[in-house]
């Protein structure tokens, strides 16, 4: 990776899976699409600032979210406002809850799922172990909801963190007690339940509503502080972002790791050869593309790239020139992504497009 370049720093075509990938500067007002020669092809203006990730529908529809005005004193990747809009920028559908964070999906059935906090009761919250003491959210500690929605805004279910036993549960060490416990990441796996991901627990699980319960789960202090997870190979394994923030061993340096869904095992993982070069201790995202390479999202560093099948060369890689909006609790601007996805031309969601 050369640090002192901008845009597209390496294409391999015929190596690189064809397509046009999304790259949405976190809390900017745009979301643009570029081919593999990092050409912009198509943008969306926002009528705010984006929340966290944006990402296509059939028919070159965009969802995501901007930020809205919330009490909530927790400031990482909320939005609030979330959107559907069609390719010239109309809005088609929208939801606005001011407690919603992070993850938001469609569903099949034009239902919508995503996360919300809400402020736990206070004998409720003191049962919950770890964290560093103390360091509650102006002393409060808010917990993640998950909640479906229909088109109209009508609950279909919802469940909650304060279902769980806290005991069980511990907050990861050198983290404050402002959540319980950071959940970024919903997603559907056409069976009716979900994988949902907490980074404040180095937790990933399966979340049956109609069970209300977790019906598998892993934990690892050595991904730190992960994000992203996802199925692939059939549902046979689980692919995702691992940090490396405050894991173990040093120096701190990200991953991508693929874990046997059955057993929690790990089968894969990628790192960059020098430690340094691949490294976002926040954010962060994964994709798998149908040629069986994996595009990343280095999350702060503003840089996506793509890794290939079986050699685990780098094929395609981009560092975003736009820096156009402050990191959260900075004040310098900064080109970070919450997460990109690549689509190919001829997908359900750029088929028919103006490319």
Known sequence: ???????????????????????????????????????????????????????????????????????????????????????????????????????????????????????????????????????????????????EITPEGGVVWEWSMSDLDPADYPISHGLDRGEFAHANTICPLGDGTFLVNFRNMDLMAVLDPAQRRFTWQARSQYWGRQHDPQPVDGGKRILFFANGAFDKPKPQRSAVIELDATTGEQVWRWEAPIPWTFYSHVMGGVQRLPNGNTLVCESVNGRIFEIEAGTGAIVWDYINPDFSAPFPNMTALANSIFRSYRYAADSQELAGMPL
Request: glycine content about 12%; overall charge negative; aromatic content about 10%.
């Open 1 to 147: 990776m050369d640090f002192q370049k901008l845009g597209l720093l390496k294409h391999e075509a015929g190596r690189s899976f064809a397509g046009y990938t999304t790259v949405s500067t976190f809390r900017s007002n745009t979301v643009k699409l570029i081919d593999n020669d990092g050409n912009e092809v198509h943008r969306w203006t926002l009528p705010g600032q984006l929340g966290s990730l944006a990402y296509l529908l059939p028919g070159g529809r965009l969802m995501c979210s901007v930020q809205v005005p919330t009490d909530i004193p927790l400031s990482t990747a909320r939005g609030g406002r979330m959107l559907e809009m069609d390719w010239d920028g109309t809005i088609l559908w929208e939801f606005t809850d001011p407690t919603q964070h992070h993850d938001f999906r469609r569903l099949p059935n034009g239902n919508t799922v995503y996360i919300g906090w809400r402020a736990l009761p206070d004998d409720y919250a003191a049962r919950v172990p770890g964290g560093i003491p103390g360091s509650e959210a102006e002393g409060k500690m808010y917990e993640d909801y998950f909640r």
